[in-house]
DNA sequence: CTAAACCCGAGTAATTAACTATAGTTTCAA
DNA sequence: TTGAAACTATAGTTAATTACTCGGGTTTAG
């Protein structure tokens, strides 16, 4: 049970872009360069995010990509969502379109799924952006 | 995110155990049939379960699996670790053994994936194997 | 006009998932 | 004592997914 590194690595690109939110946006290299990660492979989380509404882009020199809205506003479920899908832990009780099985009606182990997913969500929807860079100063400031 | 069929059909296939749970083992083949699960691919799941020490067998004629401990003292974490590996959204906050990148100290998202991985294993140790049995029957109940 | 930057679509190697198959061993019961 | 039911072990296979990689565009500040 793992999700995959477009979940992973587009988190950390996206709370890099709310480090640096402001009035300028910041190219994609640097996010790159600052949190590791492959530009090419990049790229197309930015994309699937860009079109999700999560990011805005500026093209041309000085362009670059910046959150739509203010890190408050932008929770890791919005993220994980666009880039891994809805939540899931098994296909029939996805949140959004589950394939039911035929079993549906009867199926003894569907109890366990849900309390899963909404367990999930739960947690991804109850944290910003915002929270995440708050606790990280919190965390260098009392590493000093 | 998705739990593999590993997890999916093994839970199902304890359950099915747990409902019959008593002095004489229950073939696999019947458990697969009433599961609507391929008979190979769960020899497999059974396997695994016997040499965690979940479930036992006994060979012959009138053999069959049946539950190690009784259905109370099973929990649905126990089956999913064994067939899905330790809970770990992401490798770097794996519950055993986690292969720490070099950023650990100051990555930011780990927060994140400790708080998710902490839910899940929450809910999957919350529950036994009875306690599904009961919810199932009472639905049953509640149905007729 | 040129270089920095985003945009788009395709390709690809490696891994994993989900079975499928086959040959063997144990045990009961007729 | 033998045949069939049932577990045991291991290997093969196919399809999908993952995690990139690449090449060629378009936009725009300076």
Redesign the interface.
């Known amino acids: 049970?793992?999700?995959s590194t477009k979940?992973?690595y587009g988190?950390?690109a996206m709370?890099d872009l709310a480090?640096h939110y402001g009035a300028v946006p910041v190219p994609l290299k640097s996010v790159a360069q600052r949190q590791?990660l492959s530009g090419y492979y990049l790229e197309q989380l930015f994309t699937m995010l860009r079109k999700a509404g999560l990011i805005k882009s500026v093209r041309g020199v000085q362009g670059g990509y910046m959150l739509a809205r203010p890190p408050e506003e932008i929770k890791?479920g919005d993220v994980?969502r666009v880039l891994?899908?809805p939540?899931?832990?098994?296909?029939c009780v996805n949140e959004v379109e589950p394939k039911e099985c035929d079993?549906a009606d009867?199926?003894?182990?569907r109890?366990?799924w849900v309390?899963?997913r909404d367990?999930?969500a739960?947690?991804?929807d109850s944290?910003s952006l915002a929270d995440?860079?708050r606790?990280?100063q919190k965390?260098?400031q009392s590493q000093e």
């Open positions: 049970m793992r999700f979940g992973h988190l950390k709370l480090q590791r890791v994980i891994e899908g939540v899931a832990p098994v296909e079993q009867y199926c003894i182990t109890i366990v309390k899963l367990s999930i739960g947690v991804l944290i995440i860079c606790g990280a965390n260098q």
